[in-house]
Each structure stands twice: as structure tokens, then as C-alpha cells.
């Protein structure tokens, strides 16, 4: 054999060597058909759905930096892990009594993050003063650290797992202005220097402290804390990210947390500058490309773009559609008889439509109740007016307006087209307001 064929051989040999593939296998007692086991890992942003047969669910990964994941199954069990290319990982679950256990050659670490009584802020603590609430937070650390002092494990996890304690004890710091005014019945409070001095030495800018749930958690929160003063929320959180955050990582991540949320939800009008600055600050492509995938959805609803339609049956049968509504203002209330929310806005709709009764706008309910009998019997009860319709859970209109979550309400003009495709609640008084602009033209 040549020098150059041997050499190669040898290369080849080395790079097979170097490609660590660990497989992690979940064995599930009393498994809940059909569901699927999430792992989220936190240094790449990706998420595995993996199947579960006959109570096994089993993947391998090759070569990936250590790192904490988030581990979900069904909507009662999550815990963290800390998973390495190089050990393979058993762990056991009890879906019915939500006990953990693992064996494996990284046991003791997971071990440690599964049975660890870590210790946590009291809810209640909101309610006692500055200096005596940051003692109790204070304390909760330092139990956190003596557990992990007490352990025996890698110096290099110790040293990570120190930075993760901080922001899980912490977890409920940037909460307590506003949980502290709750508890306290008070009709309004500032935290003083004492508190926002203590909040500026927590929030840390690092971004290898992005490896940790615990501090995506914190810092959001610890931002939206010390960055709105009451004005404008979108510019104060711009303005605070620019002066105080900068690490690219950091920033690209707090942009992608805070912006994609509120464009996912309430589109792309209004928010033009947000969008602005989440292209000019977000680098993780994978962010980037969800984010540009969910302004194409919310493009074809700005206003003044036709509304997609619906065709449906009113509690007699009878079929209305969209098109047979032009000629008036159109506000919609996508709503179900399930909704907690939604029934809380039941009667400041009948108020907006008896207030605005002959005028040139149609009032209408859109129920995407599964059980149509539920619905049917509710609108019979009578005390609910306005054109009533049921399209169902998955209709095309729903898919269309990017419904995740109900109410929703949608203001038409009288050609049809889109005025708000996420318009304010009938209880917000902006609703009204909008109306008698709308009227007088």
C-alpha cells in the first residue's frame, strides 16, 4: 500500500475517532399514547421530537459541545439534564408519578440536576419590604451553593453550574416590583435605589450564561424590569438593549425573545421599527429565518389588504359569508364557549353594539368551539346579539389570520378590507374610539 493510501487511512481512522455519538434512551412507565419526548438544546436553539415505542424513546447525537438541555413530556414533566457526546445516558421516567432516575458514565451530574432539593424564593416573599426581600433571595444562593460545594463533580461543571445557581435563585428578583405592589394592595409603587442597585449587579451580560434556561428567564425579565418607565415599551426596550447590552450573542438573543414575540402575535402594522431592529441586531440564522418566515404570514394581513373570508352556518343553519357583509364595518370576535377571556368580553360587546345600534357596522361572532352543540346552546340562551357563527377549530380563516390564541378580535372597512387585524378588545376603550373615527369619514 502507498504512503499516500496509509496516510489517508490513518486521517480517516483519526476523524472517526474524534466523532463522539452519544445515545440518550428514556424509558417511559406508563407511557400516554401519542406523545412525543422534547429535548431542547440549549447551545444550538434546536429542538428533537422524538417518538416514544413501547415505552421507549431512544436518540443518538454526534459530536456537540456539553450542555444543559431541557427535557419535556407531556405538559405535567420537565427537568434539565446536562448531556456530552461521549456518554451514552439511561434515564428513567414515571409519566403517573413524575419520578426521575438515570444510570449511565455521567450519571452523577444528572443525578445532582434530577434529586437536588434546590432552593427556591417563596412566591409570598414579594410581600416583605426591599432590604428584607433581597436578604431571603441572598440566602436562597448561598443554600443553592453550599449544595453544589457538597457535591462531588467536574470542576468544569461546578463552574457553569455556579453561574445557572445565580439565575435560578434569582429566578423571581426583576417579579418583584410588580408582585410586591400586588401583595401589599398598594395603589402604586417604585422600587428604590436599594432594589434597582441589587437588579444591575444580577443582570450579568454573558454569553456563555445563554447555555442556561434559568438565565434566558432571568435576564428577559430583568431587562423589561429596569428598561420601561411607562412610555413607550418597544422604544425603551431598544434603548435600553443599546446601552447596556453588549455582546453581540446577548443582544442577538434578547432582540429574538422580546421582538419575535410581539410580531408573531400581533403582526407586522405598528411595528415597523421593531422589525428594523431585529434585522439589524439578530445574527443566529436559524432565528432569522423563523422570524422572516413569520413576517411573510403577517405581510397579506396589513391593513388595507383584503381580508381572507369565511362561509358559515348561524345557529339556524343558514350560511353567511364575508362578502355578504361589505358595505359596512366589520368587527369580528373570534371567540369560543370554553374561553374564560372570552366570555369576560361577552358584555362589553353587547354594550359596543347597543351603543353603536343603526350604525354602519355589523357585529360578529366567529366560535371555533369543537362541540357545536356546546356553542348552539349558548347562543340560544339569547342574551348574546350580533350575527353568530360557528367555522370550527381548524378553518381556513383561522389559519389565515394566524389565530393562536382567543379572543381575537379583527376590524374590517366596508369594502372588506383589513383596518386591524388585531384589533383592541370591545372592554379596551380605544375600541370606541376607533369607531368614531372610522364612523366620521
Known sequence: MNKKRIFGAALSLCAAMSMYAGTYTFKIANPKEGTKLEIQWRATGETDLVEVKNGVATISKNDFTAQYVKIY?????????YLEADKDLTVNIDAQTRELSCTGPSDEINKYLLHTPFAVVDPNAAGKE????????????????????????????????????????????????????????MDSYKPTSLFMNKMKELTVVDAECLNFADYGYYLM????????????????????????????????????????????????????????YYRKNVIDKKAMEKFDATCKQWEILRAGSPSPSFNAPDV???????????????????????????????????????????KDIHFVGLSCDSNKSAWEKRIQKGDIKGIQLCIGPNSDFMQKYIIKGIPRFILLDREGKIVNANAPRPSDPKTSQLFEQLLEK
Open 73 to 81: 413530556y407531556g405538559v405535567r414533566i420537565s427537568f434539565i439534564m
Open 130 to 185: 426591599e432590604a428584607d426581600y433581597i436578604k431571603t433571595s441572598d440566602s436562597v444562593y448561598n443554600v443553592n451553593l453550599e449544595l453544589l460545594k457538597k457535591a462531588d463533580l467536574p470542576a468544569n461543571f461546578k463552574r457553569l453550574e455556579k453561574k445557572r445557581l445565580l439565575f435560578k435563585s434569582y429566578s423571581r428578583f426583576p417579579l418583584y416590583p410588580s408582585h410586591h405592589h400586588f401583595l401589599k394592595k
Open 221 to 276: 425579565d430583568a431587562i423589561q424590569c429596569q428598561a420601561f418607565q411607562g412610555g413607550d415599551s418597544n422604544k425603551e426596550f431598544m434603548s435600553f438593549v443599546d446601552a447596556n447590552v453588549k455582546d453581540a450573542k446577548v443582544k442577538s438573543y434578547v432582540t429574538d425573545s422580546y421582538i419575535y414575540d410581539i410580531v408573531s402575535k400581533r403582526g407586522l402594522d405598528g411595528n415597523d421599527e421593531l422589525v428594523d
Open 316 to 358: 339556524n343553519g343558514k350560511m353567511v359569508s364575508l362578502s355578504s357583509l361589505k358595505g359596512k364595518y366589520v368587527y369580528i370576535d373570534v371567540w369560543a364557549t370554553w374561553c374564560g377571556p372570552c366570555r369576560g368580553e361577552l358584555p362589553y360587546m353587547t354594550k359596543l353594539e347597543e351603543q353603536y345600534a343603526g
